[in-house]
Nanobody, 115 residues
């Protein structure tokens, strides 16, 4: 069974840091276009950062300069280092990846930024 599993969410104070990790498994093929999305209460899911098919990285404007995405193709993992966190970063964060044209999502991990 193909799956993506996130970890690393939690409660952090404004200005703090968190690192999210996502591990993919269940396929002999590697995940393409791995990335992170988030969904805040009452809002649609939105892109945070992702790798493109050309190997470039897209960051959403609100996280540029604060978040860094990285991946290990051999391990099928993608991480998101989040610094200088703000209350508006509070959301459920989802990992995403594509295998043979099919998109897979993790179950999500909650990040709460609050004092």
């Amino acid at each position: 069974q193909v799956q993506l599993v996130e970890s690393g969410g939690g409660l952090v104070q404004p200005g703090g840091s968190l690192r999210l990790s996502c591990a993919g498994s269940g396929s002999v093929f590697g995940f393409a276009n791995m990335g992170w999305y988030r969904q805040a209460p009452g809002k649609p899911r939105e892109l945070v950062a992702r790798f493109t098919s050309g190997g470039n990285i897209n960051y959403a404007d609100p996280v540029k300069g604060r978040f860094t995405i990285s991946r290990d193709n051999a391990k099928n993992t993608v991480d998101l280092q989040m610094n200088s966190l703000k209350p508006e970063d509070t959301a459920v964060y989802y990992c995403n990846g594509v295998i043979l044209g099919r998109t897979y999502w993790g179950q999500g991990t909650l990040v709460t930024v609050s004092s």
